[in-house]
């Protein structure tokens, strides 16, 4: 895991935290492309810590909070276990 990485997908948590969100929603905060964003939300949904569901042609995402996170300290992310 790159450190920059981490950091992205550390950014995206806080904001799912806030409330579930579409990509162009979330890649609105970032100075990246949109396909960036989709790769880093494709890698947190393969660790279980995010989730999407399909709403027309949007699809949302919103953060797993079941998760028993073993590497939350690295996003500072408080989960129950």
């Keep these: ?3 920059i990485g981490v950091q992205t997908r550390a950014k995206i948590i806080q904001q799912l935290k806030e409330k579930p ?3 162009s929603k979330i890649k609105s905060k970032f100075s ?3 396909p960036t964003i989709s ?3 494709k890698i947190l949904e393969k660790m279980g810590m995010v ?3 399909k709403k027309g042609r949007e699809i949302y995402y919103f953060l797993n909070k079941k998760y028993p996170c073993k590497h939350c300290f690295l ?3 408080p989960f129950k276990v």
């Design 1 to 3: 895991m790159s450190l």
């Design 21 to 23: 969100n579409k990509v």
């Design 32 to 34: 990246l492309t949109q």
């Design 39 to 41: 790769h880093h939300l």
């Design 51 to 53: 989730f999407s569901k």
């Design 75 to 77: 996003f500072k992310i």
